[in-house]
């Protein structure tokens, strides 16, 4: 973070330290801004908009119901006390049981046990295997970080750190997959997101499920630009594009630039979009997956097609 994104007095934040801090895309930010009156920015001599802090918990309680499935109508310009109230009946708060994993999680990030959250990560993994830890664990684990961030239980700096470990944990497991000398039968398949999807998770998580069941996988990151992420299927010879959307991308952005992809590509390369962005829609030239259990099924159809 440079000296300008958290100003001295931290009464403000530039909009890319707010991005950051609540996982809202700019573009989202603004839309927001202009369509619902907030966020209620203030700005600078510069004419850029500076965030007090107070509103962040408004934009966490916002990103949890978005990512609930609330369209941004209905919740944005609401009280804190109602959207918490939304919260509770939306039932994505954590529940009494958690599982002993999210426990163990929770309390390495709180002690900031650095070489303890990766070691755990790493034998979770060896313990049930990529396909299950990516499939059955990882999501309630990326669920409960952020559950317990949006509650103020955790920093954002120990959500951010979190994100890399296990990153950086499953890119390794997948890279150790990839070299282990088992036959990659195909597809292979590049993943990526659009310029506006900063959330790279669930597209990790799709990238584990693939090199398990013997794709090569090309990763590209997140917020990659659509005429590169086009260039790059091409250069790579992918057989599949996959795209991940959380439902901060609203979906006439992601049908968009869906479009403008599809334009860009041969049709012999097949896109595929997953994700909770509740808009998109199966077409000609696009399939989408709904959720990881649709991956092994849908490569099988692929492998058929051949």
């Given at each position: 973070?440079?000296?300008?994104?958290?100003?001295?007095?931290?009464?403000?934040?530039?909009?890319?330290?707010?991005?950051?801090?609540?996982?809202?895309?700019k573009?989202?930010?603004?839309?927001?801004?202009?369509?619902?009156?907030?966020?209620?920015?203030?700005?600078?001599?510069n004419?850029?908009?500076?965030?007090?802090?107070?509103?962040?918990?408004?934009?966490?309680?916002?990103?949890?119901?978005?990512?609930?499935?609330?369209?941004?109508?209905?919740?944005?310009?609401?009280?804190?006390?109602?959207?918490?109230?939304?919260?509770?009946?939306?039932?994505v708060?954590?529940?009494?049981?958690?599982?002993?994993?999210?426990d163990?999680?929770?309390?390495?990030?709180?002690?900031?046990?650095?070489?303890?959250?990766?070691?755990?990560?790493?034998?979770?993994?060896?313990?049930?295997?990529?396909?299950?830890?990516a499939?059955?664990?990882?999501?309630?684990l990326?669920?409960?970080?952020?559950?317990?961030?949006s509650?103020?239980?955790?920093?954002?700096h120990?959500?951010?750190f979190?994100?890399?470990?296990?990153?950086?944990?499953?890119?390794?497991?997948?890279?150790?997959?990839?070299?282990?000398?088992?036959?990659?039968?195909?597809p292979?398949?590049?993943?990526?997101?659009?310029?506006?999807?900063?959330?790279?998770?669930?597209?990790?998580?799709?990238?584990?499920m693939?090199?398990?069941?013997?794709?090569?996988?090309?990763?590209l990151?997140?917020q990659?630009?659509?005429?590169?992420?086009?260039a790059?299927?091409?250069?790579?010879?992918?057989?599949?594009?996959?795209?991940?959307?959380s439902?901060?991308?609203?979906?006439?952005?992601?049908t968009?630039?869906?479009?403008?992809?599809?334009?860009?590509?041969?049709?012999?390369?097949?896109?595929?979009?997953?994700?909770?962005?509740?808009g998109?829609?199966?077409?000609?030239g696009?399939?989408?997956?709904?959720?990881?259990?649709?991956?092994?099924?849908?490569?099988?159809?692929?492998?058929?097609?051949?």
């Amino acid at each position: 973070m440079t000296s300008i994104d958290l100003l001295e007095e931290p009464q403000v934040m530039t909009i890319a330290a707010v991005e950051r801090d609540c996982g809202l895309p700019k573009d989202t930010l603004r839309a927001w801004e202009r369509r619902y009156g907030f966020p209620k920015p203030q700005r600078d001599g510069n004419g850029e908009r500076l965030y007090p802090v107070e509103q962040l918990v408004t934009l966490r309680l916002l990103r949890r119901l978005v990512v609930a499935g609330h369209r941004p109508g209905q919740v944005v310009g609401r009280s804190d006390e109602e959207l918490s109230r939304l919260l509770g009946s939306s039932g994505v708060t954590v529940t009494q049981e958690r599982k002993p994993e999210v426990d163990l999680v929770l309390e390495l990030l709180k002690t900031h046990d650095a070489v303890g959250l990766r070691d755990s990560l790493n034998a979770m993994v060896l313990r049930v295997g990529l396909g299950a830890f990516a499939s059955v664990i990882a999501p309630g684990l990326v669920q409960a970080i952020g559950e317990a961030w949006s509650r103020g239980e955790l920093e954002i700096h120990q959500e951010h750190f979190f994100t890399e470990q296990f990153t950086t944990v499953l890119h390794s497991a997948i890279n150790a997959t990839q070299g282990a000398g088992l036959p990659l039968t195909g597809p292979r398949v590049v993943f990526g997101t659009f310029p506006q999807e900063p959330h790279a998770l669930g597209l990790i998580m799709a990238e584990a499920m693939f090199a398990v069941e013997g794709c090569l996988v090309i990763s590209l990151g997140v917020q990659t630009p659509i005429r590169e992420i086009a260039a790059a299927s091409q250069a790579h010879k992918a057989d599949i594009l996959a795209l991940s959307f959380s439902s901060i991308i609203p979906a006439t952005q992601a049908t968009t630039g869906l479009n403008e992809l599809r334009s860009l590509l041969p049709g012999s390369i097949e896109i595929w979009a997953g994700g909770t962005c509740a808009g998109l829609r199966p077409k000609a030239g696009l399939q989408v997956l709904r959720g990881l259990s649709d991956i092994k099924s849908a490569i099988s159809a692929w492998r058929a097609r051949q």
